[in-house]
């Protein structure tokens, strides 16, 4: 599986922005497609994720700001950022676990820089 991730930039706090990912390859593999962040100087986190019976869940920082979503075909991953703050300034990285080995797929990333 191959991820493509797009979308970032630069917001102001209290803006919005949606990525995107869009994914090729052995789509039908896939079984979970999620969305981590890293901060300058810290780990990369799970942002949300979403499973293939469409059940979601999110870091509890982001849960009432953010919304991921996908199209019918598993083709494209979104991410609608809401509300955004200074703190949410990180490079999102698009994810995927596919197959009978639940392997980790990783897209290029995307940096978010919510600045005034």
């Known amino acids: 599986v191959q991820l493509q991730a797009s979308g970032g930039g630069l917001v102001q706090p209290g803006g919005s922005l949606t990525l995107s990912c869009a994914a090729s390859?052995?789509?039908?593999?896939?079984?979970?497609m999620g969305w981590y962040r890293q901060a300058p100087g810290k780990e990369r986190e799970l942002v949300a994720r979403i499973r293939k019976d469409d059940s979601t869940n999110y870091e509890d920082s982001v849960k009432d700001r953010y919304t991921i979503s996908r199209d019918n075909a598993w083709n494209t991953l979104y991410l609608r950022m809401n509300s955004l703050q200074p703190e949410d300034t990180a490079v999102y990285y698009c994810n995927v676990l596919a197959g009978w080995a639940w392997t980790n797929y990783w897209g290029q990333g995307t940096l978010v820089t919510v600045s005034s």
């Open positions: 390859g052995n789509i039908a593999s896939i079984k979970v």
